[in-house]
Every structure is written in structure tokens, then in C-alpha cells.
Nanobody, 130 residues
């Protein structure tokens, strides 16, 4: 059974940094997976934040986080990370990771497919104070 567990969320001041982790069990990152990071703020639609492919590390970033967030994986421990820098109050949300097989580079279409048919974690809340 595939399980994803996110951690690393919390309260941070604007301009600060957090690193989220997504530990996967029931599979190995040695295979070809796409891992997506999504967020949902209260009263807002879910947003695709970033994605990464375990096979080659190729990445996708949403326009709102480009240049500030960095996705990575440690395949040896089946863990994906999202390093979030220069955080802004509008980054406040519950952050989720999702995973499914990869069929190529991670694109917005990959993210949409993950949103519809991926394995999901339980989420970790991030609050950025001004």
C-alpha cells in the first residue's frame, strides 16, 4: 500500500523559509514517479505548486513560486522535499504531496493528472505571518 506523509509545515514570518518533506512508503523512488506539491488556502481552489520526477529530477514550478521554491528528492530514503524561501503571507495554505507514475517530464499536465489520480498525503499546514 502506497502511503505519503508530509511534514515540516509551521508558522514563519514573511521572508522566512521552510522545508517540507514527503516520505513515501510502499514503493521505491528508483522507479519513475512524478511527485507533485499542491496547496489549498481556505476558501480558495487547490493550486499546483511544484513537481519533480524521481528518475531525472526534472521539475515544474507554478508561476507564483518560481524563483522562491525548490523541489528535490532523496531517492535513497524515498523522500521528496520542497524548500520554500522568501515566503509571503499569500503562501499560507495546507500543502500536500501527491505521487503517481511518470510518463515523461513533469508539466502542468502531469500536475493535473496527479490532482485527479494520484496517491495523496494528509497535508501539512503552513502559515506565513506579515
Amino acid at each position: 500500500e502506497v502511503q505519503l506523509v508530509e511534514s515540516g509545515g509551521g508558522l514563519v514570518q514573511a521572508g522566512g523559509s521552510l522545508r517540507l518533506s514527503c516520505v513515501a512508503s510502499g514503493l521505491t523512488f528508483d522507479d519513475d514517479y512524478a511527485i507533485g506539491w499542491f496547496r489549498q488556502a481556505p476558501g480558495k481552489e487547490r493550486e499546483a505548486v511544484s513537481g519533480i520526477r524521481t528518475r531525472d529530477g526534472s521539475t515544474y514550478y507554478g508561476d507564483s513560486v518560481k524563483g522562491r521554491f525548490v523541489a528535490s528528492t532523496d531517492n535513497a530514503v524515498n523522500t521528496a522535499y520542497l524548500q520554500m524561501n522568501s515566503l509571503e503571507p499569500q503562501d499560507t495554505a495546507v500543502y500536500y504531496c501527491a505521487l503517481n507514475q511518470a510518463f515523461g517530464p513533469v508539466t502542468i499536465w502531469t500536475m493535473r493528472a496527479l490532482a485527479d489520480a494520484g496517491f495523496w498525503g494528509q497535508g501539512t499546514p503552513v502559515t506565513v505571518s506579515s
